[in-house]
């Protein structure tokens, strides 16, 4: 993995340390204010004909024990599933909010209408948004200029109720290619309203005449005609709606001084009743809320009038329970968002300091990321532990599933190994996670650790003292124990990879000759960073100068080998499945690629601006969740992206400032995963 040290080196090594140190910084070009994915749609995408199947494209084999492990627990709480939440890499081309959003019948394309700009001012502009790469199509103009209406799509066409500019206004338009018709109005004037299609009619539900209060629930089937089916017994407006069983589930909102309310109402619109079934937590207005199943999820909104909430809640209908199912990366109130592709997309909206923003996020029910109610709810490693080679910071750390650290190394009663514990580059949970093995890249050491007790079990190496002799190492990189007992390293400015005996200390096997840094197979390699176990006992080895991937046996017979041009600096690789595997390309901006044994790219994650932009990342693993985690050594911070849609689901660390408190790395170089049971399902060929 890791990264150029700041001593002279020899001028054998020019190469490596050329590759090392010259990774320049790319250029950032904003074009839509979309992040650059590469392949076609600008997105994380596969290659044609590499879509794994649906459901989970990226679960590997060691999700379903997993997922099974951790059964019971599920099953005893009886929950709806944890929300997955994720900002997506790109962004819309300007700031917006109050908009209405609505699915479409194209596959993967969503309606915007109206809203409010950044300077805002009101919106008659209508849109197609590619919830793939972003990309906005002009579609028509609204006859009138509105925000804060409600939208709803009946009879195969799309609705914008009420809203207004200057005041409410009830003029109801139809949204129709190349331009929109006004078909109606409503009752009167209606703003701030919300609305939810059953069948093939739509509701709408609360808002503001200007004046007063509207209680009256609407029902349409044209946008023409409008009859009453009940009435809120608490008026609100800025709710949040969605329906499960032909009822209206109606979340908080505001009063007409614009305080948010924690009322959840209930309409049955056969009975024509509408009653108070319970309370939030928090008041909230403007909040969105989706339907999945027998669930509702509700995200966001305004807690206060100076403070919007993260929180994704899960509300179970059948018991009326609201349960805390995950967290958006971004707290916004007043967006826009509909359902498609089986997932809620929550557009624009307005930050806490009533400014707009143009991210979009994402949220959908998912299993592997929880239970809504338990803790840990909404993380992508739900149930496991997460240890951190908290590199800059010369320390371990293990968090739990909440993100809470549960253990650090060195601390009180953990004394650091003899010569010091300096640059972790990567720490492995081994023999079933009561040890961890760590390389100490500019110590030149490997340690073993018992865990919890921080023991030093056995070490390798001298203290700052780098060399090719036996029993030395330069800068050495992960390190894993073999399922058979013995360790393997990489030794890269030594520019081989080294197979040790732990009880005596004595080299194995070596790949590669000593300070010969040239790819040139069986015999030499070009400054290898990566030795990663294969379930055959092989290993996976990458060369940093020429972008090499190689298979070898641990003897150093060459299996396959392949050059991959596009990674300007490949670290870690690590295998998929069968001839499937990914790769940190440590750069600026970084990048994963997934690619099999004849160099074809499967699918690569690359923004090149944006929240989702890598800083030289050197190991990214594929989750049992299915997510990709990646340390982003450089923005001091461990990421999670969900590959299905390239949005960033998880974070722990603060984009580019580094500190040691919690919730703070210093160029993180390494993590693993421990899952119940002593397992480590990223690295389960190791010992």
């Given at each position: 993995?890791?990264?150029g040290r ?28 979309i992040a650059?994915?590469?392949h ?19 679960a ?10 951790l ?10 599933a ?19 959003v609505l699915p ?14 950044a ?6 502009g ?5 919830t793939?790469?972003g ?7 609204l006859?009138v ?5 409600a ?42 309203s ?10 709408v ?17 044209d ?33 007409l ?5 924690d009322?959840?109402q209930?309409v ?34 305004a ?25 958006l990366?971004?707290?916004v ?5 509909a ?43 739900f149930?496991?532990?997460l240890?951190?080679?908290?590199r800059g ?11 809470a ?41 490997i ?17 700052r ?27 890269p ?19 590669g000759v000593p ?13 290898p ?5 294969l ?6 080895v990458?060369?940093?100068n020429?972008?090499w991937?190689?298979?070898?046996t641990t ?13 300007a ?21 970084g990048?994963?690629v997934?690619?099999?044994r004849?160099g ?31 340390n ?20 722990y660390?603060?984009?580019g ?9 210093f ?5 693993d ?9 990223t690295?389960?060929?190791?010992g």
């Amino acid at each position: 993995m890791g990264r150029g040290r700041q001593v002279p080196r020899p001028a054998s090594r020019a190469v490596y340390r050329r590759r090392r140190l010259g990774v320049g910084l790319g250029l950032v070009v904003a074009v839509a204010a979309i992040a650059t994915l590469t392949h076609p749609g600008a997105s994380a995408t596969r290659a044609r004909g590499a879509r794994p199947p649906a459901g989970n494209p990226h679960a590997t084999q060691p999700a379903a024990g997993r997922l099974a492990s951790l059964d019971s627990r599920r099953k005893a709480a009886g929950a709806p599933a944890a929300a997955e939440a994720g900002l997506l890499p790109w962004q819309l081309q300007a700031p917006i909010s109050r908009e209405v959003v609505l699915p479409t019948a194209r596959p993967g394309q969503l309606l915007i209408a109206g809203g409010l700009t950044a300077s805002g001012a009101t919106s008659n502009g209508v849109f197609h948004l590619s919830t793939s790469s972003g990309q906005l199509s002009e579609l028509a103009n609204l006859d009138v200029a509105t925000h804060d209406a409600a939208g709803a799509a009946v009879a195969g066409g799309d609705l914008v109720l009420g809203g207004g500019s200057t005041a409410p206004s009830a003029t109801t338009q139809e949204v129709a290619a190349g331009g929109s018709t006004t078909p109606g109005t409503l009752p009167g004037a209606r703003a701030d309203s919300s609305a939810v299609t059953i069948g093939r009619t739509a509701y709408v539900v609360g808002g503001y005449d200007g004046t007063a209060m509207d209680p009256e629930v609407l029902a349409t089937t044209d946008g023409r005609s409008f009859r009453r089916v009940a009435a809120l017994p608490v008026p609100v407006r800025y709710a949040a709606v969605a329906a499960v069983g032909g009822k209206i589930f109606v979340f908080g909102g505001e009063t007409l001084a614009g305080v948010p309310v924690d009322t959840i109402q209930v309409v049955d619109p056969a009975r024509h009743d509408a009653r108070v079934l319970g309370h939030l937590p928090v008041a909230l207005g403007g909040a969105s809320a989706a339907a999945f199943g027998d669930a509702v999820y509700l995200t966001g909104g305004a807690e206060t009038s100076t403070k919007n909430s993260y929180a994704v809640y899960a509300f179970d209908t059948s018991t009326s329970q609201v349960l805390l199912a995950g967290r958006l990366r971004t707290a916004v109130a007043y967006a826009g968002s509909a359902v498609t592709a089986g997932r809620l997309w929550i557009v624009g909206g307005e930050l806490a300091d009533g400014s707009r923003t143009a991210a979009v996020q994402v949220v959908n029910p998912d299993r592997a990321f929880g239970t809504a109610g338990l803790p840990g709810a909404g993380s992508p490693y739900f149930g496991d532990k997460l240890l951190i080679a908290d590199r800059g910071n010369d320390r371990l750390l293990v968090l739990s599933d909440t993100g809470a650290i549960t253990w650090r190394y060195p601390s009180a009663g953990k004394p650091a190994p003899p010569g010091g514990f300096y640059f972790p580059d990567d720490a492995f949970f081994i023999r079933h996670g009561t040890a961890i093995i760590s390389n100490q890249e500019e110590n030149e050491t490997i340690v073993e650790i018992a865990y919890p007790s921080g023991k030093l079990l056995w070490q390798y190496g001298h203290p700052r003292q780098p060399g090719y002799a036996p029993g030395y190492l330069d800068n050495p990189d992960d390190a894993y124990l073999l399922r058979n007992g013995d360790i393997s390293v990489a030794d890269p400015v030594n520019c081989r990879v080294l197979v040790i005996d732990p009880k005596t200390k004595t080299v194995l096997h070596q790949i590669g000759v000593p300070r010969v840094c040239t790819h040139q197979p069986p015999t030499y390699l070009g400054s290898p960073n990566g030795d990663t176990p294969l379930p055959d006992g092989n290993l996976l080895v990458s060369e940093i100068n020429g972008s090499w991937i190689d298979e070898y046996t641990t003897s150093g017979k060459l299996v396959w080998t392949v050059q991959l041009p596009s990674v300007a600096y490949p670290s870690d690789p690590q295998r998929l499945g069968p001839d499937r595997y990914l790769v940190a390309d440590y750069s600026d901006p970084g990048a994963f690629v997934e690619f099999n044994r004849a160099g074809r790219i499967l699918y690569r994650y690359a923004p090149a601006s944006g929240t989702g932009m890598l800083n030289m990342p050197s190991l990214v693993e594929q989750l049992p969740s299915g997510v990709l985690m990646a340390n982003d050594d450089h923005n001091d911070r461990i990421v999670a992206i969900d590959p299905r849609t390239g949005a960033l689901v998880w974070q722990y660390g603060v984009d580019g400032v580094p500190g040691t408190k919690p919730g703070y790395l210093f160029k993180p170089d390494g993590f693993d995963i421990l899952a119940p049971g002593g397992t480590t399902p990223t690295h389960t060929a190791t010992g």
